[in-house]
């Protein structure tokens, strides 16, 4: 008789394992069990830090403090603020300044964006120091920008009065009075805000357009030129729909970040004059932390909620159209011809809006921008005339020459802040107060940075910095990594589920949850401790590792894995010895994304901490202002120091960046 052996236990097939426990891959997918335990620590942090605070917000929002107790109010927080015109004021701003920033920031983008991609050579060179402005932490930009505006101290008036600009700038009413009060006069302090904002923010859209342009076909182009399509039509047919999604979704996640900025404003005015340039951040942080009212703050932040719910949706909505990862394209409900209309109702909407609530800038503002269109309309002009009558080597050349001298300006423009900062550290106090020697200090002297660490706590600033910036870096990536493969690699129900909830609390704004952040915090008696820094900062740190993860991930090949596992691996032991070497690229530019954010944070360190041993660098640099006592040197010496680490590591870490800003539809 002939006996048939059982196969052996590595060739069996999947349904010979136990009836219970193939209902249950069959249910919850096949990896529920890995999932869960990779997925468990990122969500335990996400529901802790995130869900559970928006709840929070919620119900603070509808109690008051009165004296020692606090009192369920209902919705008598959210109804007080129809009648608050600090709060309209605060909204109108928010708007404002938004909506300047991203029209300003996408022109300039766009067009630096071009100007480097039809370079041939020194390209990579030129986006890295364009980079820069974006680089630099909020606090040195905000420092710098404000010793640059200040009337006695500062540089700009002296230029533009040298150069005859200033006093033209008043003739034409684009100031009120020369020499100006940058930030002292509430008819400019806005429109100065907003120019800061755009030298920070222009980097971000140059590399994200550098990087949409390169995907598109050049044989559309070629196309379009055989057609005999001018350079403005190739433009306008070719390169602008090639750019539709990748400019959509860039200005959808900077706006929400416009739109929820703080520390910048706070920094440079703290919303004055006044209250000319207070966003609707200022006025929630005003009532719960100053007035101590943290039920009026919660609903001035709920309130502003659905507008930036909305942005928040169209941008997942646009995300989850790329080639994301684990998500899969959803239908739209518009025609071909609605989509393409809508950016322009938006952009038309936008406009009226603007001119009804601001008058007083909407013409200055199109003023300077139709300056740049149209000079750079000029020189197309005249390089399409004189490629269309065979001139090409005189079009060449007006192309190189408006090129490189828009090249020049923009290069000023990104450079001279920092130079200024630079060579202000250098100088000895009266150096500073005489105002000699502007451009190049004579002798340099070390002077500032000798009184920077001589009866300050600017070492204890420094060490904390690095200990919470290095905790939370590595919290983010241990986390991040398991969470990241879960989502790339494993079957399990609810993976695109998750996929879009790190993404959505990703875009979160720190603004929602700031407040229920600090009673969290103070509940725990973690309030004056670096642990409330450490703890909190996942927030904005770990969905965006999480996310960008995922992507490196999915592009590693499965077969590896696959072979691995044959060979008798386990799926945790081919994680740790064939997935996490061949990411070393994408861990590497989480850790200096997470690194970088965690060392420039304001806001969360601004209202946890007060006590001064405890402070970073962000929060104790300002806390070096006495009222109207502003020390520039040092405070340009303790931007340069704050600064140099961070350059340093962008410039080693600069290609995987520029990868990781761009992969997963645009992150940043």
């Known amino acids: 008789m002939t006996v048939v052996q059982?196969?052996?236990?590595?060739?069996?097939?999947?349904?010979?394992?136990?009836?219970?426990?193939?209902?249950?891959?069959?249910?919850?997918?096949?990896?529920?069990?890995l999932a869960t335990a990779f997925l468990a620590p990122t969500g335990?942090?996400?529901?802790?830090?995130?869900?559970?605070?928006?709840?929070?917000?919620?119900?603070?929002?509808?109690?008051?403090?009165?004296?020692?107790?606090?009192?369920?109010?209902?919705?008598?927080?959210?109804?007080?603020?129809?009648?608050?015109?600090?709060?309209?004021?605060?909204?109108?701003?928010?708007?404002?300044?938004?909506?300047?920033?991203?029209?300003?920031?996408?022109?300039?983008g766009l067009i630096a964006a071009l100007m480097l991609h039809h370079m041939r050579r020194g390209r990579a060179i030129l986006a890295g120091i364009i980079l820069l402005p974006w680089v630099v932490p909020t606090v040195v930009t905000a420092f710098t920008w404000r010793s640059l505006f200040d009337p006695i101290f500062g540089s700009v008036n002296v230029v533009l009065t040298d150069t005859g600009i200033g006093p033209l700038l008043a003739?034409?009413?684009?100031v009120p009075s020369w020499p100006a009060e940058w930030l002292s006069d509430p008819a400019l302090a806005m429109p100065a805000v907003i120019l800061v904002n755009v030298w920070k923010g222009i980097p971000f859209f140059t590399v994200t357009f550098l990087a949409g342009l390169k995907a598109i076909d050049?044989?559309?182009?070629?196309?379009?030129?055989?057609?005999?399509?001018?350079?403005?039509?190739?433009?306008?047919?070719?390169?602008?729909?090639?750019?539709?999604?990748?400019m959509i979704v860039t200005v959808l996640l900077s706006s929400i970040w416009t739109f929820n900025n703080f520390d910048l404003i706070w920094l440079m005015t703290q919303g004055g004059p006044g209250d000319a340039t207070a966003p609707?951040?200022?006025?929630?942080?005003?009532?719960?932390?100053?007035?101590?009212?943290?039920?009026?703050?919660?609903?001035v932040t709920l309130v502003m909620l659905p507008i930036v719910g909305i942005l928040v949706i169209i941008l997942v909505r646009m995300m989850r159209r790329?080639?994301?990862?684990?998500?899969?394209?959803?239908?739209?409900?518009?025609?071909?011809?609605?989509?393409?209309?809508?950016?322009w109702v938006v952009v038309a909407v936008s406009t009226l809006l603007l001119i009804w609530v601001s008058p007083h800038i909407v013409w200055k503002a199109a003023f300077v921008l139709g300056v740049f269109v149209v000079l750079a309309a000029i020189v197309g002009g005249i390089v399409s005339r004189l490629a269309a009558r065979g001139n090409r080597t005189a079009a060449r050349l007006v192309n190189g020459v408006g090129s490189g001298l828009a090249l020049i300006g923009l290069l000023g423009f990104v450079l001279a802040p920092l130079y200024w900062m630079t060579v202000t550290a250098f100088k000895s106090d009266s150096q500073i107060v005489m105002r000699t020697d502007d451009l190049w200090p004579t002798p340099w002297s070390t002077e500032q940075f000798t009184n920077l660490f001589s009866g300050r706590a600017f070492g204890t600033w420094y060490i904390n910095t690095v200990l919470v910036a290095g905790a939370s870096t590595l919290i983010a990536l241990v986390c991040a990594a398991l969470a990241g493969y879960a989502l790339a690699r494993l079957k399990f129900r609810g993976s695109e589920s998750f996929t879009v909830t790190i993404l959505l609390t990703y875009v979160m704004p720190g603004a929602l949850l700031f407040i229920p952040l600090y009673q969290m915090m103070s509940g725990i008696r973690l309030n004056d401790s670096l642990w409330s820094?450490?703890?909190?900062?996942?927030?904005?740190?770990?969905?965006?590792?999480?996310w960008l993860l995922v992507g490196y991930f999915k592009s590693i090949p499965a077969d590896l894995e696959e072979s691995a596992l044959v060979d008798g691996c386990t799926r945790f032991g081919a994680f740790l010895r064939i997935v996490l070497p061949l990411a070393k690229p994408g861990l590497l530019a989480v850790a200096l994304f997470t690194l970088t954010n965690a060392w420039n944070e304001f806001l969360f360190a601004f209202v946890f901490i007060t006590r001064d041993e405890y402070k970073t660098l962000p929060v104790g640099m300002q806390s070096m202002i006495f009222g109207d006592v502003v020390?520039?040197?040092?405070?340009?010496?303790a931007s340069l120091l704050i600064s140099i680490p961070v350059v340093l590591m962008y410039a080693f870490g600069q290609r995987f960046l520029t990868e990781g800003l761009t992969a997963g539809a645009v992150k940043g």
């Open 6 to 33: 059982p196969p052996p236990a590595a060739t069996r097939p999947a349904s010979s394992t136990s009836p219970a426990l193939t209902g249950a891959q069959r249910w919850l997918g096949r990896d529920w069990r």
């Open 44 to 108: 335990l942090l996400i529901a802790a830090l995130i869900l559970f605070p928006i709840v929070s917000s919620i119900v603070t929002s509808t109690t008051e403090r009165h004296g020692a107790e606090t009192v369920f109010v209902g919705l008598d927080n959210f109804t007080a603020l129809v009648d608050d015109p600090v709060f309209h004021t605060g909204v109108i701003n928010s708007f404002v300044f938004t909506a300047y920033a991203e029209i300003f920031k996408v022109t300039l």
């Open 171 to 174: 003739a034409i009413g684009l």
């Open 218 to 246: 050049s044989t559309l182009y070629e196309a379009a030129m055989v057609d005999g399509a001018s350079p403005w039509q190739r433009f306008r047919h070719v390169t602008l729909p090639g750019l539709r999604h990748v």
């Open 280 to 299: 609707y951040v200022m006025v929630a942080y005003s009532k719960a932390i100053q007035q101590l009212q943290l039920g009026a703050g919660a609903a």
């Open 322 to 343: 790329s080639d994301g990862p684990g998500v899969v394209e959803g239908r739209s409900r518009l025609t071909p011809a609605q989509r393409k209309a809508m950016p």
């Open 533 to 546: 820094l450490v703890i909190t900062y996942p927030t904005f740190t770990l969905p965006f590792a999480t």
């Open 631 to 637: 020390p520039q040197g040092q405070l340009a010496a």
